[in-house]
């Protein structure tokens, strides 16, 4: 491809698929250490149990063994901190309680770590955990998010009623008058069922301790390394950061469940210095399962007030969050400042009032997890909005449209501005793309055949790019949400890129190229994209919330301008013109006017070869660095359009189409952009369909802890898609105009599914996940 074609926009191969498919990709558990040593955890089979005692003195003497750790190790160890502080609505803190590295005087939910055993092998540490002998005291576990609520049992001694925090956003009276007095109102009560992350590669971790200067190194599969160096040195372990390194290499997957500071890594890290050689731990399935920070679990009770035109007068919304057995790194941020915020949707609903109340259960940690707050807002908007339709006799799509946001900015009434959008033009195409016109004849065929029809929609908005940093503190956060970008071109022209955006699987290697190479006009092939490493890049706040591109890649895009003012400064002295003179274009530097050029590798050659340079004007070299906080959020937006067929004998469900327009401002790369919405597609699908993960009421195990019990989407439980993402609204508040894209599938697609299956069995409501079981059981409860 031509440079002077420009790389923006374009669907460029993505540069880092060659090691992958050759399998020349380095992932944390294919690193070997000089004197490696392994890792296995013991795990509690309970949910919630006293530990009386442990006896560890066999497994010591079994063979191989190099160490035996429990939670007395760690006593004197700072507990896995939580990165959002959150307030309740009489002003008191959240309860915190210390999240220990293993489990001391209580364990807390089926799978929490009791004891560390590393030996000489695997299976010499796994064996020795099976002579260790645990004294339970089992106690009542606390499991059903709807009733942990002074449920009796307390799973923590601070939080005797099992609640963290009880936190609010909008006016109560305000809201609760104005449902009182409208002319009519929905209501509906549902769960927000939970998920259970499985990316392909499950969590790991390596770490080594050198003796020589005290320093430690940290292989893991996370999605954010200078987070996890920050939270282990600063909060846990009291180690330097000058002395820990953590390298993310490449990583398998991660949708959220990568983020957070865990156990293990922590535990293995600390132990690598007793042990003195170095610890690999690499989670299997069941453990991934049973440990993994779970996703969503919300029950919700929500009341849609409107006049009898259907223009929305009112949103009152209550959720109990289930935050599991301890404070996650986010969880406390994701049911509040990720959720509620997003409750305005795209309608100008003029009163919102919403209280979380925060949960503690004996089960495992929830946290982000794929849209992080943004699917279960949407889920309850769009649910919401599609019942209050057919209470009234509106068709869907029009009472959207009598409440779609038509002036930008707009400010809601549950604390954002969204800079732009138009949201109608995207419910318009959306309808041209699934032929809605098309589908009453397509019902009636369906209902020929002696099956069931629907349509539904779903039009989504989410706040991406996590911003800005002085805000998110004022609400919170404990940490910056900026992000670092460093720009080092080399004397022959070539360049590298050091981000503090982490790639797993998204494609920065190339997209982040192809803005770089498109700004300096210079082969894609010339530029090297390096992250995930703290030891290389300045700093970083890691990847979520899809934020790379409009944080990270603005941070790259600044420290390009720098480079590209210094180059000008540079390219003015070889022509013998005032630096204000010289423009730069297509990979030249000109004077103004004039025939007068040179080219950007003969700028970065002179950079770094000073020969008749003015070094008492300009320091030598041509890299530059640079972070960039967001003043707002971005705010992707689309419609989703689900066409289903419903076997009514069965209560088998299948999407016979699926339509996803999404405005993400300006395109980078198209080809990845749709990837990534296909992704994202495949994963709110799974949870409207399929996933559901399940403990038992009574003993708190989980049900669902194997693919044998937790249904996964297969291929042929996904349609052909049809995707558009090529005409949005730019943002207004980055250079490059972008709004992210990673999340929208999975923040759109269950309301639409669900609304789909409610309209061919008319039916108000339908739990999800709508397997053929659940579908049979509501439509028998609608015949009765």
């Not at 590209?564 to 013998?576: C, D």
Request: with cysteine.
């Amino acid at each position: 491809m031509n440079a002077r074609q420009g790389f923006i926009g374009q669907p460029v191969q993505r540069k880092e698929d060659a090691r992958f498919l050759t399998g020349r990709g380095q992932y944390t558990d294919d690193m070997i250490q000089h004197g490696q040593t392994y890792a296995y955890f013991l795990r509690s089979p309970y949910a919630h149990a006293r530990i009386k005692g442990i006896a560890i003195d066999a497994a010591k003497a079994a063979p191989g063994v190099l160490g035996v750790y429990t939670g007395a190790d760690f006593r004197d160890v700072g507990g896995l901190p939580c990165g959002w502080l959150i307030t309740s609505v009489d002003g008191t803190p959240m309860k915190e309680p210390k999240h220990p590295i293993l489990c001391d005087d209580k364990a807390l939910y089926v799978g929490d770590a009791v004891a560390l055993v590393v030996a000489e092998t695997y299976a010499q540490a796994k064996e020795a955990a099976a002579l260790i002998e645990v004294d339970y005291d089992e106690l009542v576990p606390v499991v059903d998010t709807a009733r942990a609520k002074n449920a009796g049992s307390s799973v923590h001694e601070s939080a005797p009623d099992n609640v963290c925090y009880t936190w609010t956003i909008g006016d109560r009276a305000d809201v609760d008058a104005a449902v009182a007095a409208a002319p009519h109102v929905s209501k509906l009560s549902f769960r927000n069922n939970r998920l259970i992350p499985n990316a392909i590669e499950p969590r790991c971790a390596n770490a080594v301790y050198n003796p020589s200067d005290e320093s430690y190194t940290l292989h893991v599969a996370n999605q954010n390394p200078h987070v996890e160096r920050l939270l282990m040195c600063a909060f846990v372990l009291g180690i330097p950061e000058h002395k820990m390194r953590v390298v993310a290499p490449d990583v398998g997957g991660g949708f959220g469940s990568k983020i957070f500071l865990y156990a293990e890594e922590t535990a293995i890290t600390w132990a690598s210095k007793h042990v003195g050689r170095p610890i690999k731990w690499t989670a299997d399935r069941s453990e991934a399962f049973l440990t993994d920070a779970h996703g969503r679990d919300h029950v919700t009770t929500a009341e849609l007030a409107t006049d009898k035109d259907g223009r929305f007068l009112a949103l009152r919304v209550h959720t109990t969050a289930n935050l599991g057995a301890y404070l996650s790194t986010f969880a406390s941020s994701v049911p509040t400042i990720l959720y509620a915020t997003l409750l305005a949707g795209q309608y100008a609903t003029p009163k919102i009032f919403c209280e979380v109340i925060g949960v503690f259960t004996n089960t495992a940690p929830v946290d982000a997890y794929r849209g992080a707050g943004r699917p279960e807002a949407t889920y309850v908007v769009e649910r919401m909005v599609e019942t209050a339709a057919r209470d009234l006799g509106i068709d869907p799509a029009e009472i959207r449209r009598r409440n779609f946001i038509k002036t930008f900015p707009y400010a809601t009434p549950v604390g954002l501005t969204y800079d732009t959008g138009d949201f109608d033009t995207m419910l318009t195409r959306g309808q041209e793309l699934a032929d809605g016109a098309g589908f009453a004849a397509r019902r009636a065929a369906s209902e020929a055949k002696g099956l069931k029809r629907g349509l539904g929609y779903s039009a989504y908005i989410e706040a991406c790019g996590l911003a800005p940093s002085n805000i998110a503190g004022a609400l919170g956060a404990r940490a910056g949400l900026f992000e670092a970008g460093e720009v080092r071109v080399h004397p022959t022209g070539k360049v590298t890129v050091f981000t503090g955006s982490h790639s797993h699987g998204q494609g920065h290697e190339t997209t982040f190229a192809q803005i770089v190479a498109d700004k300096l006009g210079i082969p894609l092939d010339d530029v090297n994209i390096e992250h995930g490493d703290t030891a290389k890049v300045l700093f970083g706040m890691g990847t979520y919330g899809s934020r790379s591109l409009s944080v990270g890649g603005t941070a790259i895009v600044k420290a390009v301008d720098k480079v590209i003012a210094k180059g000008k400064k540079i390219a003015a002295h070889l022509m013998e013109a005032a630096d204000t003179d010289v423009e730069f274009e297509d990979g030249v530097f000109k004077v103004a006017g004039t025939d007068k050029s040179v080219p950007f590798a003969s700028v970065s050659l002179t950079a770094y070869v000073p020969h008749n340079y003015p070094l008492d004007k300009l320091e030598p070299g041509l890299n530059e660095n640079a972070f960039y906080d967001p003043t707002n959020f971005t705010y992707p937006s689309g419609t989703y359009i689900c066409e289903v067929e419903v076997d009514p004998l069965t209560g088998v469900v299948r999407i016979e189409r699926f339509t996803a327009v999404d405005d993400f401002g300006n395109i980078v790369n198209p080809m990845i952009v749709e990837g990534q919405v296909h992704g994202g597609l495949a994963q709110g699908i799974g949870q409207a369909l399929l996933e559901h993960g399940q403990y038992d009421t009574d003993s708190g195990q989980l049900l669902t802890g194997s693919y044998m019990d937790y249904a996964m989407p297969r291929a042929d439980d996904l349609p052909h898609f049809v995707v558009e993402t090529s005409k949005g609204t730019p943002c207004t508040h980055n250079p490059l105009g972008v709004k992210g894209c990673g999340e929208a599938g999975a923040i759109g697609s269950p309301p639409a599914v669900i609304n789909a299956i409610c309209d061919a069995l008319g039916l108000r409501d339908m739990p999800m996940p709508a397997t053929p079981h659940t579908v049979w059981q509501a439509m028998q409860s609608r015949a009765r």
